[in-house]
């Protein structure tokens, strides 16, 4: 961690200096890997047609949070994944044996997974006010055994993403033509969905729930505006989430906003413009 901080110190800043406020140090390299996976799970989500599906994986961490204070962890994250891995898969084996529709199903499982965990939260009279920093999330809060863990993620799901992406664009474009080939969709939209419930589940106590689905949206949306082939699709999208990303940790520093819904908000004002650029050079 220490080189890192070394060169964060080249930075105009006076918390970047050195021995001076490491949380923001923290913070931006936690950023700084975090938006990357975000972006690049995002464009497969916005390809899918999917853009409530990390709310309803959200909603399954929420509870896995719940349940995991109630049998006494501090800081659950392992009840966090699993319930997020559970919402994550029964979404998918849903989409995948029934006839309904993906958005319908994902309402479905996320106003389910919201109402257990408010449910179980509030039994026998126990107060939500607890919970609320879930809501928000906190980035500055975040440790170096957690940013490790952050840097593992990233590298996992790049790996995944070099070695499967093919197959699962294909699965997203067209199912049959995938299934005439031998790909087991339902495998790869499982193992995809199981991808995004990870990474939801690791990063909502510091993006906050009510804000993480923009996370995963927005920059592939953006991207998809400006892009025209999937190189740059991909590329921008990483990029727009990136610079989002740094800028509005660092704007909600000097201005002390909730760093997630700063970052949104610079998020969606990219989003409105790549829409505005793509409608004018369109016609």
Request: aromatic fraction near 14%; hydrophobic fraction near 60%; charged fraction near 10%.
């Amino acid at each position: 961690m220490e080189v890192w901080y070394r060169i964060f110190e080249i930075l105009p800043f006076e918390w970047a200096q050195h021995g001076q406020m490491t949380f923001m140090k923290n913070a931006l390299l936690a950023i700084i890997l975090l938006t990357p996976v975000f972006a690049v799970l995002g464009t497969m989500i916005v390809n899918n047609n999917m853009a409530f599906f990390s709310d309803a994986l959200g909603h399954g961490a929420f509870t896995g949070v719940v349940i995991g204070g109630l049998i006494g962890f501090g800081f659950p994250m392992g009840s966090v994944i699993i319930f997020s891995l559970l919402f994550a898969f029964l979404i998918a084996l849903i989409k995948h044996k029934s006839k309904l529709s993906g958005d319908t199903v994902i309402g479905v499982i996320s106003a389910t997974a919201v109402a257990l965990g408010i449910f179980l939260v509030t039994l026998g009279g126990r107060s939500f006010a607890k919970l609320n920093s879930y809501l928000i999330g906190d980035i500055l809060s975040i440790t170096p055994k957690e940013i490790f863990f952050l840097f593992i993620l990233l590298i996992v799901v790049f790996v995944f993403w070099f070695v499967f992406f093919n197959r699962l664009l294909l699965v997203s474009i067209n199912q049959s033509l995938a299934d005439s080939r031998g790909i087991n969709t339902f495998l790869y939209e499982a193992v995809f969905s199981c991808f995004v419930a990870v990474t939801v589940a690791v990063s909502m106590p510091w993006i906050g729930l009510l804000v993480i689905n923009s996370f995963l949206v927005l920059p592939a949306a953006s991207a998809r505006n400006l892009a025209r082939n999937q190189r740059q699709y991909h590329l921008i999208a990483v990029i727009i989430s990136v610079f989002s990303g740094i800028t509005g940790l660092i704007l909600s520093y000097y201005i002390e906003t909730a760093t997630g819904a700063t970052i949104v908000l610079i998020l969606a004002v990219i989003f409105f413009i790549s829409s505005w650029l793509r409608g004018r050079f369109a016609g």
